[in-house]
């Protein structure tokens, strides 16, 4: 592609610019709005700056990626409530023989998981396990969480679903999912075995240090003392229980919002002391049925109140706790058949071995994804919506911005004059041409971060 006239190359670069040092450094002093609004911010001025007209800015948005993103996050979402990441946790310490034999676990777990799950719900979620591990066997974490991060993003080469970059890289060269899986394997798992031993060498002094195993019943965490995400690939701040619902973090709110548990508390010990009264011994069996009945009735007011309030979305901080904190004690009052739940469980695992079977096969990656997310939303035969609130919409959003703000930038002819440059030095049948493209991959993708490169080396490539 020929260079662009100069104005709109210098404001297509000047909007692709701003959305580069957003994306890498979302809180920059002058403009802290964060990656996903910089990225909105960058599109918003491709189509200002006339770099590109509204029209090519919808059709630069690329359907399938995000289709194939959010399929993948409900995914995530419905395999992390059916406890799979719980057995994983697990995994990593059962019959376990030592620190290295732990580090080395670590990393062929993360490896798998990440290129099954995403690298993403991989680290948040086997961060917590990781660090209970260690916290047990008085062990030194940063070789343990330095092993998760590494392997997990080794691993999460692997396959399509790995990580946004490779859905970018493989929908658009139209790769299919067992081409992909038989290319990139044999690299990944040398990788994993690399850095396992560079990891061992690094450390192995620290891991072979014997210290004394700590008091158990000092060490040893409950399971419900694990802090589960319910994670989706970017809704980190999810709220699933009361304190994360009120900003406990806050010091101006610390004191509120400890009196309103408070009350919480106090409204439920003077609801379980009237039904105490009620079902205690009485005077007459008039006056106890008549309690009982007053106390169910009590309770089932309290209970559409708080289904109301949840379904407000304008309801205050303080209504939305009370709702949810009342919500979770009927939950546990009236917790789910255990066949039920193995039911439920095992459908979800089933459901995901067929979403994998069809990618294998060579079907459309984006609405195979969509079809498991959408059986295990029927499935799960409840109202989907805290499931779905689950899900990285800020992603999605950020990704139709770098879509727009990536193809102005490939309007201005800077992508494809640096390739043409590039390119006879960067032949992929000779070996030194894949060292320096890989070269240069390794540092764009560090400095302009991983999915933008992608993007552009791809663009560049075809013009």
């Not at 610019?17 to 996903?36: D, E, N, S, Y």
């Not at 409900?74 to 059962?94: C, M, N, P, Q, T």
């Not at 394997?185 to 002094?205: D, E, F, Q, T």
């Amino acid at each position: 592609m020929a260079m662009a006239v100069s104005v709109k190359l210098v404001l297509g670069s000047i909007a692709f610019a701003i959305f580069w040092v957003l994306a890498v450094f979302p809180a920059v002093p002058f403009l802290p709005i964060g990656r996903t609004a910089g990225s909105l911010l960058g599109a918003m001025l491709m189509v200002i700056f006339c770099v590109i007209t509204p029209d090519q800015a919808y059709d630069a948005i690329d359907l399938p990626i995000l289709g194939l993103l959010f399929g993948t996050m409900v995914v995530s979402i419905y395999l992390e409530r059916a406890d799979l990441f719980k057995y994983l946790g697990k995994l990593l310490s059962w019959k376990s023989i030592g620190a290295k034999d732990l580090l080395c676990r670590i990393c062929l777990i993360s490896a798998i998981s990440s290129s099954l799950f995403t690298n993403d719900t991989t680290c948040v979620v086997l961060t917590e396990f990781v660090l209970k591990i260690a916290r047990q066997h008085n062990l030194p974490p940063h070789p343990f969480l330095l092993a998760l991060a590494s392997s997990a993003n080794i691993g999460s080469s692997a396959t399509p679903i790995g990580n946004p970059q490779n859905l970018v890289i493989a929908l658009e060269s139209k790769i299919s999912f067992g081409d992909f899986v038989l290319g990139i394997l044999p690299a990944m798992l040398v990788g994993v075995l690399v850095n396992a031993l560079i990891l061992l060498c690094m450390y192995w002094r620290l891991l072979s240090v014997q210290k004394d195993e700590e008091d158990a019943t000092l060490e040893v965490v409950a399971e419900e003392d694990v802090n589960f995400h319910q994670f989706s690939p970017a809704t980190m701040s999810h709220a699933t229980s009361l304190n994360e619902i009120v900003n406990i973090d806050s010091p101006a709110n610390v004191k509120g919002n400890i009196g309103h548990v408070e009350t919480l508390r106090n409204r439920i010990r003077n609801e379980n002391e009237l039904h105490r009264t009620s079902s205690a011994g009485s005077e007459s069996s008039a006056n106890s049925n008549g309690s009982k009945d007053l106390t169910s009735e009590l309770h089932s007011q309290r209970m559409d109140e708080n289904q109301n309030i949840l379904s407000n979305g304008n309801a205050s901080m303080d209504e939305l706790g009370d709702a949810v904190f009342m919500q979770s004690l009927d939950e546990k009052e009236n917790p789910t058949p255990k066949w039920k739940w193995l039911l439920w469980k095992t459908c979800v695992y089933l459901v995901t071995i067929g979403m994998l079977i069809s990618l294998l096969m060579g079907l459309n990656m984006s609405w195979t994804a969509i079809a498991a997310a959408v059986a295990l939303v029927v499935l799960d035969f409840k109202d989907a919506r805290p499931s779905l609130e689950k899900v990285s919409y800020s992603l999605l959003i950020f990704f139709c911005g770098m879509f727009i703000t990536v193809d102005g930038f490939n309007k201005t002819g800077i992508p494809s004059a640096v390739w043409d440059l590039m390119e006879p030095y960067a032949k992929i049948d000779h070996v030194s041409g894949i060292a320096v493209l890989a070269l240069v991959i390794l540092v764009l993708s560090n400095v302009a971060s991983n999915v933008p490169t992608g993007m552009l080396i791809r663009s560049a490539a075809y013009l």
